[in-house]
């Protein structure tokens, strides 16, 4: 009886061990860089984010919150304005610049709702967020809210803010 029992276990672990082996690895979840790498709307941000050196930063643990410009708004930009900012040396500013998007935390927007605050930035300056009607950030409008990377949030905004 005994001799079953072990054979019956060794057969049962042999094929617990090949179905381990055989399962497709789970992939973590995408954070604020993948999101914004894989979505097609945020080139110029992610271009700036590394050429800033701000990769691994907003690949960290976080959490963050981040009010992510698109394509578009970049482009709203005085013209010569974004190749300049990649100029090596003008990282300074770009960091500046890019660090002024992003919120320590991970905010979501009914959390925002019905609230006029003024929030500290990992820049240092404050951004002031008025989420009475819809939401605003300084001049700019969320346009896409809450999508939760695995170390924050990212909302879409229309328009580059500057510090």
């Known amino acids: 009886m005994n001799r079953r029992f072990a054979?019956?276990?060794?057969?049962?672990?042999?094929?617990?061990a090949f179905a381990a082996a055989c399962a497709p690895m789970m992939e973590k979840e995408p954070d604020i860089v993948d999101i914004?790498?894989?979505?097609?709307?945020?080139?110029?941000?992610?271009?700036?984010?590394?050429?800033?050196?701000?990769?691994?930063?907003?690949?960290?643990?976080?959490?963050?919150?981040v009010f992510a410009p698109t394509d578009a708004a970049f482009a709203a930009l005085p013209a010569g304005t974004v190749?300049?900012?990649?100029?090596?040396?003008?990282?300074?500013?770009?960091?500046?610049?890019?660090?002024?998007?992003?919120?320590?935390?991970?905010v979501t927007s009914d959390q925002l709702a019905g609230q006029r605050l003024s929030v500290a930035t990992v820049n240092g300056a404050n951004v002031h967020i008025d989420g009475r009607n819809g939401v605003k950030v300084e001049d700019s409008n969320v346009t896409t809210a809450d999508i939760i990377a695995s170390n924050?949030?990212?909302?879409?905004?229309?328009?580059?803010?500057?510090?």
């Open 36 to 65: 914004a790498a894989s979505n097609g709307n945020f080139n110029t941000l992610v271009a700036a984010v590394t050429a800033a050196g701000l990769v691994d930063t907003l690949k960290s643990e976080g959490p963050f919150t």
């Open 83 to 106: 190749d300049s900012l990649l100029l090596p040396e003008n990282k300074d500013q770009l960091v500046a610049i890019l660090t002024y998007h992003v919120v320590p935390g991970a």
């Open 152 to 163: 924050g949030v990212i909302h879409v905004i229309d328009a580059v803010l500057l510090p």
């Open 7 to 16: 054979i019956k276990s060794t057969i049962l672990a042999a094929g617990v």
